[in-house]
């Protein structure tokens, strides 16, 4: 954990130069390491090698509990109906990349793109798997209201359709 935030500060820093110093801030852990992974996420710039990468690292802090999943179904540091937009904001951040790289998948030709696409696509699945294993109410809100089911059974669907195309 401390590599992480250690990694994820030098990150925030960057972000946002002219923000006080992340070392010793209140915010849990867990929000302090998605933040700047998240904001980066954002930016256009950003290419598919560096949103996978961003991806694994989630990936990996959710599987050694250091990133917890309420960091994406909750907002720790709001109340009220920002704080729940604030979580529904991060928890699209992960859903819509996996949208689109699995939308570019059924296009791309390129064997290079095209697992930079499903590297993305695989990795962001697995932060969305662990996401949606909630056990609070608000966090099964979040998913109803965001539509989380029928958009992952069309990942499905176009995975499905995709596999065949490389089967010799």
């Known amino acids: 954990e401390s590599s992480l ?7 925030s820093k960057w972000l ?3 923000s006080r110093d992340f070392e010793n801030s209140a915010e849990p852990a867990s929000s302090r390491i998605i933040t700047p992974l998240l904001s980066i996420l954002q930016k256009n710039e950003t290419s598919q090698e560096q949103r996978a990468f961003i991806f694994n690292v989630i990936r990996q802090g959710m599987r050694y509990e250091i990133i917890s999943t309420t960091s994406f179904t ?19 951040q992960v859903l819509r990349p996996l949208e689109r790289s699995v939308d570019r998948i059924r296009e791309l030709e390129d064997y290079h793109d095209l697992f930079r696409d499903i590297s993305v696509a695989f990795s962001s699945a697995s932060v969305l798997k662990k996401v ?37």
């Open 132 to 168: 949606c294993l909630v056990n609070s109410a608000q966090g099964h809100a979040m998913l109803i209201a965001q539509d989380v089911v029928p958009k992952l059974m069309r990942v499905i669907g176009e995975i499905k359709d995709f596999l065949p195309r490389f089967k010799n």
């Open 74 to 92: 909750t907002v720790t540091n709001t109340r009220g109906k920002a704080g729940a937009a604030g979580g529904a904001q991060q928890f699209l």
């Open 5 to 11: 935030l250690s990694f994820t500060n030098i990150l």
């Open 16 to 18: 946002k130069p002219e």
